[in-house]
């Protein structure tokens, strides 16, 4: 009988052992987990934090119990790996004081990623949080909670945050424009809370096209979001709690930071055990997500994928990616050699009531990538025009000059108008690498309650084709 | 000087007549349409009869004035072409009692359709509708208006219909069960009408999934529709307006009914002209939609198009083709060729709170194409599970079993649920003919309140990729 391990009991981690185990039921599973929390949606906390998730179990699809009874997972939370040994192929795991040694016949490492913190002063004062884990979770909303009820709020607002006002909770900083940044935005306003965001670079969301960015962009503003951009911040001052915000140009008094600028892949354990990273800092792996060490994978958000665009191996740890990849692992080691898939860099977010996403390469990135991208941007109805509801979908699409492959596109509207959803025909446009004339002569769905005759994307295609 | 002479002032011929303008300023473009109106918005005349748009004139995007003075296009309204001479390129036009004669150097047919009527009795009673044309429309809002009045409705309600209530408008009945059956089920249902909905097939929507058909069924009902599955209309009875709906097993009072059984292509003129037609009933054309007449073209709702996944000639009259062909003719006349692309047959509709669309085959359309489709239906959350809102999106997937093939798709979800742009996922997949397993792998954007980890789309092609 042959034993699988998994290291790290996220998506990545679970979606491998549940699939192994269903696809060979005489495979051994066993799972570590150093936390006490398996299979957890943290894409969720946001919401739980906001307040329109009531429990944190809440964030979970499978518990531990149905892991382990019905799926026959051997999973061990509070088990801490420390060790990774490929040539006795054993994994050795701390549980409190005690430690024990693990066989394997194949290994799955799915450490995750950690929060990145500035190397600034102050980040270890009291009421400076990061959002990477459950815990992370628990303790911002414990903060929230408490100023919720000293102002006594029973719901979660769904209007603009509070500003300048006496009754304000907070004032809360947000080191940091990307999803978590913006997210959480959205989170604390709920809350009553005075919300200052800080972003080193020009624009929030810098993965997104810059006509995406300034949409969301005005809509923070428009929602009384303090948007200092181009901020670097210098220290978080404060005795214990902290107190402000220190800028290069300002001095913001605050009672929370939240800290969001990105996330790093957990690759320690690995690197002890001789497998190889890759240019971008993470785990290197080959498109059965196989590291350099025979029978041991790699997945998630502590590995690399592959871009469907470039080929090249980049760093986008996703839900989608780890569960995907861990799958696929899982079907591997069950007998049945699978490749995951690459990405295409595809990215969602939600921030009060726009939505925006993006996929495939930006304008910078293709021209990075040796293309010699064209790029342009359309606002279009999101419904017919005579149609009584709607609103305006801005998408923008990058093509390769010469050839005319479409290569990424960046898209966003209000709330419910279907930026998100719209981005999937440009996601099979770009993996597929096919011309943006092509692209424009799509048969997309169109009723008038949906879009234009020519919908959102198919009118950037036209432009776009049009202009070669 | 060339001239391009068009047939028909809609979507295909307005799109050709612009196109051909705006890329050639030194083409004579002279266009003829037999009605009033021209390049009018015909999907949206449901809901203009429903109230929620106020005048048939914001159904037109340009309007007659506009295509003369800003595109400079010689637009004759009120001018029936009775017939076309290849040999001498001309065509004569009837405008009252005067005929004239045009030569052309290029010609487009863009005739349209015209709605199909059973061959029943009772058709000519007073208070019989078809839903073609605007006047079609006028004179439907007219009668909803006199029983609004009547009723001293001030707004659309947008609850279900009234049934069986000595104050309900109506009763009406709607023969036909497919996309103008069960948006004006709606429309009527929303003005205090008790409606009743007559279908000759097993099921409404029959060119969608059977799983979706039934989930539409389920709701119309639930919205107080009273439909007849099975049920072959026999006659309609009056003496001057029409009284009743008789079918072989129901006589059913009325005070009014709309016959939505269909379209036919309006191919006479063509026909007398030499211009050959398809199988379809429907003139034939080449990838640049020229017929087999040298310079003649077809576009529209008159014309076939190639199916993307038979390449075979099919007819679906729908919108977008129109606008596309219609460009695309346009282009080519205008001196670069250009190839209008293929349909997918993709549709989409609205009916009460439920949205639903389609792609490619159906499993029953795929068989007869000498495909060995396997088809499989899911229902999946439409958000994060954990999310506050959200519910459910039914996806039915068909694939070519022997390649995986992804051959075509419905989906069906509550309003604002996404099930019509999720279908963008599809009509990529069923266009460029990738495998299920590809499609299972496509890195759809994800956050929690557009989807869970994976999409509806991806969990269909998932659970059939694991069938295979």
């Given at each position: 009988m042959s034993t699988f391990v998994v290291v790290g009991g996220d998506a990545a981690g679970m979606s491998a052992a549940s699939k192994a185990k269903r696809d060979n039921p005489d495979l051994e599973v066993v799972v570590f987990e150093?936390?006490?929390?398996?299979?957890?949606?943290?894409?969720?906390l946001p919401y739980y934090i906001k307040g329109e998730i009531q429990s944190l179990e809440d964030l979970v699809s499978i518990t531990p119990e149905q892991f382990r009874e019905e799926r026959e997972i051997d999973l061990r939370i509070g088990h801490n790996v420390i060790d990774i040994d490929p040539d006795s192929r054993t994994v050795t795991a701390q549980s409190g004081h005690e430690a024990l040694t693990q066989t394997y016949d194949y290994l799955l490492i799915a450490t995750g990623a950690a929060a990145v913190t500035p190397s600034i002063d102050g980040l270890d004062l009291t009421g400076v949080y990061t959002l990477g884990s459950m815990s992370d979770g628990k303790e911002l909303r414990e903060y929230v909670s408490r100023a919720r009820s000293d102002r006594n709020l029973q719901q979660p607002d769904r209007g603009p945050a509070c500003q300048f006002l006496e009754t304000c909770n907070g004032p809360v900083g947000i080191v940091g424009g990307g999803y978590i940044g913006v997210e959480m935005a959205e989170a604390l306003a709920a809350n009553g809370f005075e919300v200052h965001l800080f972003q080193r670079?020009?624009?929030?969301?810098?993965?997104?096209?810059e006509a995406t960015s300034e949409v969301v962009l005005e809509h923070l503003v428009d929602q009384n979001v303090a948007v200092y951009l181009g901020s670097e911040v210098e220290e978080l001052t404060g005795t214990e709690a902290v107190e402000a915000v220190v800028t290069t140009d300002e001095h913001v008094p605050v009672e929370m930071v939240l800290v969001g600028t990105g996330v790093r892949p957990r690759t320690t354990l690995a690197e002890d055990a001789g497998i190889k990273l890759g240019d971008t800092g993470a785990i290197a792996t080959d498109t059965y997500r196989e590291?350099?060490?025979?029978d041991v994978y790699a997945a998630g958000d502590c590995a690399e994928a592959r871009h469907v665009v470039t080929g090249e191996p980049v760093y986008v740890p996703l839900a989608l990616t780890a569960n995907r990849h861990g799958r696929a692992i899982g079907q591997t080691v069950a007998g049945t050699p699978t490749e995951g898939g690459g990405v295409a860099g595809t990215a969602a977010v939600k921030a009060f009531d726009v939505e925006a996403a993006r996929t495939g390469l930006s304008d910078p990135e293709a021209r990075e990538a040796g293309f010699e991208p064209l790029t342009q941007t359309i606002d279009a109805k999101?419904?017919?025009?005579?149609?009584p509801e709607g609103g305006t979908v801005r998408v923008t699409l990058t093509v390769d000059g010469p050839s005319g492959r479409v290569l990424g596109g960046s898209l966003v509207s209000e709330y419910g108008e279907g930026a998100v959803h719209r981005s999937h025909a440009l996601v099979g446009a770009v993996t597929e690498g096919i011309s943006v004339d092509e692209l424009s002569k799509y048969d997309l769905a169109y009723a008038p309650p949906f879009n234009t005759t020519w919908d959102p994307v198919l009118t950037a295609a036209k432009v776009l084709s049009g202009e070669r």
């Open positions: 150093r936390g006490q929390w398996v299979s957890y949606g943290a894409c969720g670079g020009d624009r929030i969301l810098k993965q997104f096209s590291t350099n060490v025979s999101s419904r017919a025009g005579y149609y």
